[in-house]
């Protein structure tokens, strides 16, 4: 841990006098301390909880002197968060909309003493992984971040142990080096999996059997709570700690019972976990642990952390046991997974015997396991994790501290270092500092940190219409800069833009690149959200265009509040039709005079050619329903209005609050004609 940045709150509590003595020694240069002050401290056996709890009186009541009981004072406020850390080039006031560092960091080991008291105190696993059960406590507090549902997902699982990477690693490689005697072993188990047993105990037995033998160690019961148990744990005892290194759940067969095996045994590992008997280990690492889940003849394996929160990703898909006639393929993956689990348990169980409980715990291990990188001389930079950036677990960015320097960390399996150091250059982008592959299939992109907040919806209510203007000229700036080298932001939402002040003014940044890439070859993420209202043609794995881009601008335009009227091109009925400024799209804006028919839309403008967009304007009027008349006002869905038209053309949105209709067209950036 960086010399400059305390250990948190949590961590201290739960040191032992000795433990406390060591860290004391760690800082006896820095704070100029001699043997006698710190025997004073050993001297009265003081514990982590006593350390927080000092007062200046106390160490001079010990007969310490004034100045390094004064030292350690600060020290000990410091670690509670009443002094915060900031690098000496970076200075910035705390604002309620900008939460300070020590703030965060607080929250960061709230979250994780809450995890720790839900696992001591959740019910038991066969009740707890019940399908409906398990989904309503995590709409409640979701401790475990496993996937179910779609948005409680956490960071890859590969980015804190190197353990995963090397699994998965093993599992696909062809000239994995496998034991002769494996294939016996594999063939045994595909033997025993596919029979029928009457009950789970007996198959539960005869797996754990199969198990222990390929791996070379006997699974162990172990009891925690009020009779919880796993099917079988495989342990490593270090000193009077357990580590868990595989949890085994087994069910007679697939839907056999109502408690879900992958839930189930992922609630195991969160309660195994959050006992007493492994807090010095939790203290010190991710708790690495593999987690197996049988049902009948199918095996599946996830890989499990405990940071802040719990996090269990599926390492593999539910492999088959059963056999097949005369297919040796099947049976070299079988014994090629069966050979890759069992160095899995080897390499687990080196890396536990090798942690060292006697050094001060550290709050690193809620972060990733990289920590260094190199600068443009080839020189390694070490640095320390402060806290995520975001409060989405899903996201892979943390704010963090080198001896000199604020840094952002971010971990993307695509980035553009060609469209970041573009922008930076013109100051609409951080500096990058590096960017390179990591051995687990992600690059590592580092930059420079930024005092900015995203540009949310509260901080636009902050600003007045000059900065407005400015941060969309910035923008707008940035996007043309891509443009010019035919490149397409792709993701140009709100949070990808951050309100920086300087010298006394505020501008607006690009912070993201991962999607970034040229027009047209290029493609969108497969995995992109398809709840977010994309351009209409945006699609995972569609190209990716420039005119997506003007898109996101005219709705950045909308959010910051500076679109205007450009004239009125229908008036008459009862109605006007106000055409508004934008980039992508022609937005018009119908207006009803008082005693204005709804049946009175002019068939000329119904029968206009134009496609079907996401509506953001529509978003900022309060649609309480849909009014049909005639046939033509049907629902927010691309609607036939001219039969002579093949292809979708008009929808209208009707707002009763507001007595307002919205219709948008779309006709790449160019000015609809005819109306």
């Known amino acids: 841990m960086s010399d400059n940045i305390p250990p948190s709150v949590e961590v201290v509590k739960i040191w032992s006098p000795k433990e406390v003595i060591i860290f004391l020694e760690s800082k006896k240069d820095e704070l100029f301390l001699y043997d006698e002050d710190i025997n004073i401290i050993k001297k009265n056996r003081v ?3 006593d350390f927080l709890e000092f007062s200046q009186e106390d160490l001079e009541r010990w007969r310490m002197p004034g100045g390094p009981a004064k030292r350690i004072m600060n020290l000990v406020n410091k670690i509670k968060g009443k002094s915060k850390y900031h690098p000496k080039q970076i200075s910035r006031s705390s604002t309620p909309e900008e939460e300070n560092d020590s703030t965060k960091r607080r929250k960061l080991e709230e979250r994780y003493a809450k995890t720790v008291k839900m696992g001591k105190e959740a019910s038991s696993p066969s009740t707890g992984a019940v399908s409906s059960v398990f989904s309503n406590n995590q709409k409640l507090y979701p401790t475990i971040f496993m996937g179910r549902p779609f948005d409680r997902i956490g960071p890859p699982i590969v980015l804190f142990h190197n353990c995963f990477g090397q699994f998965l690693k093993d599992i696909s490689d062809d000239n994995l ?14 033997a025993t999996a596919s029979q029928f047993f009457t009950n789970e105990l007996s198959r539960n037995l005869a797996m754990e059997r199969e198990f222990a033998k390929i791996i070379g160690e006997p699974f162990k019961p172990f009891i925690y709570g009020n009779d919880n148990r796993a099917d079988g744990t495989l342990s490593t005892n270090i000193q009077d700690q357990i580590a868990y290194r595989l949890i085994l759940e087994v069910k007679k067969e697939l839907g056999g019972t109502k408690a879900e095996p992958t839930l189930q045994a992922g609630l195991y590992y969160l309660g195994y976990w959050s006992e007493e008997q492994s807090v010095k280990v939790r203290a010190r690492c991710c708790c690495p642990s593999y987690i197996m889940a049988v049902a009948g003849p199918w095996v599946c394996v996830f890989g499990g952390i405990y940071i802040d929160m719990v996090v269990i990703e599926p390492l593999t898909d539910f492999i088959s046991l059963i056999p097949k006639s005369r297919d040796d393929n099947h049976v070299y993956r079988i014994a090629r997974f069966l050979q890759a689990l069992k160095l899995a348990m080897g390499r687990l169980n080196n890396f536990y015997q090798n942690l060292k409980l006697g050094e001060p715990p550290n709050d690193q291990h809620f972060f990733p396991y990289t920590n260094t990188y190199r600068d443009q001389t080839s020189a390694t930079i070490k640095f320390t994790y402060l806290y995520p950036l975001t409060d989405d677990f899903y996201k892979t960015l943390w704010k963090a501290a080198t001896n000199s320097n604020l840094i952002v960390i971010k971990f ?64 707008k700036e940035a996007i043309k800069a891509l443009h010019d080298q035919e490149l397409v932001f792709a993701d140009l939402r709100r949070p990808n833009i951050l309100v920086v002040e300087e010298q006394n003014q505020c501008k607006g940044v690009l912070v993201d690149f991962s999607w970034c890439g040229t027009h047209d070859r290029d493609t969108y993420p497969l995995a992109m959200n398809t709840e977010i209202p994309w351009p209409h043609d945006a699609r995972p794995g569609a190209h990716l265009k420039k005119i ?58 119904a029968n206009t050619k134009c496609t079907i967009v996401t509506c953001p304007l529509q978003q900022s009027f309060e649609t309480r329903g849909i009014r049909k008349s005639r046939g033509m006002i049907k629902d927010d ?26 219709w948008m067209t779309e006709d790449d950036g160019k000015q609809e004609e005819g109306l």
């Open 47 to 49: 514990a982590g909880s």
């Open 177 to 190: 080096s496998i034991d002769c005697e494996m294939y016996f072993d594999a063939q045994k188990l595909m």
């Open 412 to 475: 993307t399996q695509r980035y553009n270092m060609k469209a970041h150091n573009i922008c930076a250059l013109l100051g609409l982008a951080p500096k990058l500092l590096h960017c390179s592959d990591n051995e687990q299939g992600f690059k590592m992109i580092v930059m420079d940190y930024i005092d900015g907040v995203p540009l949310t919806k509260e901080k636009i209510s902050t600003l007045d219409n000059k900065v407005c203007r400015s941060i969309f000229n910035n923008v």
């Open 548 to 605: 997506h881009d003007n898109y996101w601008l005219d709705v950045l335009k909308e959010d910051l509040k500076l679109t205007r009227e450009i004239g009125k091109v229908y008036n008459g009925s009862g109605w006007t039709l106000i055409q508004i400024e934008m980039i992508y799209i022609n937005a018009y804006i119908f207006r009803r005079a008082a005693g204005g028919s709804y049946k009175s839309i002019p068939k000329r403008l």
């Open 637 to 662: 869905k691309c609607h036939y209005l001219d039969k002579r038209h093949p292809s979708p053309r008009m929808t209208v949105y009707s707002s009763w609050h507001k007595n307002v209709f919205l």
